[in-house]
DNA sequence: TATAAGCTGGACAAAGATGTCCGATTGAGT
DNA sequence: ACTCAATCGGACATCTTTGTCCAGCTTATA
């Protein structure tokens, strides 16, 4: 239901937000997050471009949040790199509908709606901070090295 | 967030649905739904595989639904083309976390979940129903000819 | 100032989704 | 039997998404 890139900008963020006040080289991203390092590197250019994300160039550079965790909603990370389109109008192309949908669109649209809400209304922080019973999830590591990605 | 194909196999099987005991040939169907014929012609093949459809060949003959609107949910006709993966394991593709999702892939596994959920529990025969304020909705006819599709 | 680390952006390849074409097959009607 | 209307299904064209490669630019550090 969401496209691949929507998958990898939000592992990319998550990854960010660990510490998000220090900027994070791309290919580190890619390894913790284990995507194709040269395709992650156009969704970091795609979320720069949005200002969710901003670029720090040169040596020791990298990306890093714009912004807390906190403040940051999974629907603008999606937003900036595929966008959630609503249906706002007939698809069938029949001028004069304006925002009247009929019934079989306007059940498209309440369901396009709710997953955005769903996303509008959930930060990254939240995520960080949610403590499953199972915390230590999709990390790498089994044994006691390094820390948990929590992704 | 929904493919063109969905889109489209949804407009045909509602169009079906206005007398769905009886074969519409695709051509029908395709002009009353404003889609490509010939693409519409794999999307009923697609829809016939899945069962949503049964197929009457020969002359006279066409699709027609095969049991009533009713008893037909809109997530079959959305599985039958382009199904709905939910998310059952770690896409970053660790062993051993089963069913655990980190926070991210949980949040989005229930986006996913609640969505086929308003698919599952919504038939064709209650969006024909419908009685919205604005009734002849996306049908082509603006004045007093034919039937209004309701689409 | 030289070097290395890192982002930038263009070009391109591969794969999938969408759209088109057409001959083969089926079955009703004459 | 023959014809016509219709599905069946393979081949192919086009577009978008995804993925790869690389030369160039920017900046910290030695």
């Known amino acids: 239901m969401f496209s691949h890139t929507v998958e990898y900008a939000l592992r990319a ?3 960010l937000a660990e510490d998000w006040e220090r900027p994070h080289a791309v290919q580190k991203i890619a390894e ?3 995507m194709p390092n040269d395709y992650l590197a156009k969704v970091m250019q795609a979320l720069c471009r949005a200002g969710v ?6 040596r020791h550079g990298g990306y890093q949040l714009a912004q807390s965790p906190e403040k ?4 603008e990370v999606i937003n900036a790199v595929d966008p959630i389109k609503r249906i706002d109008r007939c698809p069938l192309g029949l001028a004069g509908h304006g925002s009247n949908l009929c019934p079989l669109h306007r059940r498209l649209d309440d369901a396009i709606r709710e997953t955005e809400n769903a996303f509008r209304f959930t930060t990254l922080g939240e995520l960080l901070q949610s403590t499953g019973p199972v915390r230590p999830l999709c990390p790498i590591e089994p044994a006691g090295s390094l820390i948990n990605v929590a992704l």
């Open 72 to 75: 940051l909603s999974l629907l």
């Open 13 to 15: 963020v998550a990854a």
């Open 32 to 34: 913790r997050t284990k």
């Open 53 to 58: 994300v901003k670029a720090i160039r040169g």
